[in-house]
């Protein structure tokens, strides 16, 4: 069964660009990766999905290397309002069964 | 688009007591999802739904925990009875395909058990 592994938290300022990895071994060959946001009291929010080299939406980058070991999600030009827990989560495609398995989250910490 | 909704949003019982968490998932969603979150950690999936079949259950406690979707739209989760470690919040997720790709989650439920 895959297991993900985050940094427990990070720490930023205004403007810059952040970088959250997560490690996800024994990843199944069609496993996607997908990365969540979730505020205080929320539930977790869609952000990015991706299954090899880069994905880009409008809020952010998922790179993912050639083994799919890890995955990092890429937060460009962060603000105070991204101060957030991220998750990963790995979708495992068994036939007609999905485990879905997320990381224990980042806490991510924008400062002025 | 209204999102997904749960009630109630806060439940404080006693152990050896009984609870219940409904859910409305988004209109035509298919697959829906039941997870705990105990604080600071990442949601755990309990029973996965499509349509009104459990697709999977693998990390129920059944011996305590019982889930239903009746005509494959509302949900409920059912805790009887309920132990200390079961405080937690509970989330409901909807997703349009059975494919967990973007999952919309509600609010959840905090439960508090004492």
């Known amino acids: 069964l895959a297991k993900t592994t985050q940094p427990i938290s990070m720490d930023s300022y205004e403007g810059q660009e952040v970088n959250i990895t997560c490690s996800h071994n024994n990843i199944a060959t069609n496993d996607y990766i997908t990365w969540y946001q979730q505020f205080p009291s929320q539930g977790p929010r869609f952000i990015i999905q991706g299954y090899k080299t880069k994905v880009t939406n409008e809020v952010a980058s998922l790179f993912i290397p050639a083994d799919r070991k890890s995955s990092t999600l890429s937060l460009p030009r962060v603000s105070l309002s991204d101060t957030a827990v991220y998750y990963c989560l790995v979708v495992l495609y068994g036939g007609a069964t999905n485990k879905l398995i997320f990381g224990t989250g980042t806490l991510l910490a924008v400062q002025p | 688009e209204a999102g997904v909704a749960q009630s109630p949003r806060y439940k404080i019982i006693e152990k050896r007591q009984s609870v219940a968490f409904w859910c409305n998932p988004i209109s035509g969603h298919a697959t829906l999802y039941w997870y705990q979150q105990i604080l600071g950690q990442g949601p755990k999936l309990l029973i996965q739904?499509?349509?009104?079949?459990?697709?999977?259950d693998s990390q129920l406690p059944k011996d305590r925990f019982s889930a239903e979707r009746l005509k494959g739209v509302d949900s409920t989760l059912k805790i009887q009875p309920a132990k200390l470690e079961d405080s937690a919040v509970y989330l409901c997720?909807?997703?349009?395909?059975?494919?967990?790709?973007?999952?919309?989650f509600g609010p959840g439920t905090r439960l508090t058990v004492l």
């Open positions: 997720a909807s997703s349009g395909r059975v494919a967990a790709n973007e999952q919309f």
């Open positions: 739904f499509q349509n009104n079949g459990v697709v999977d």
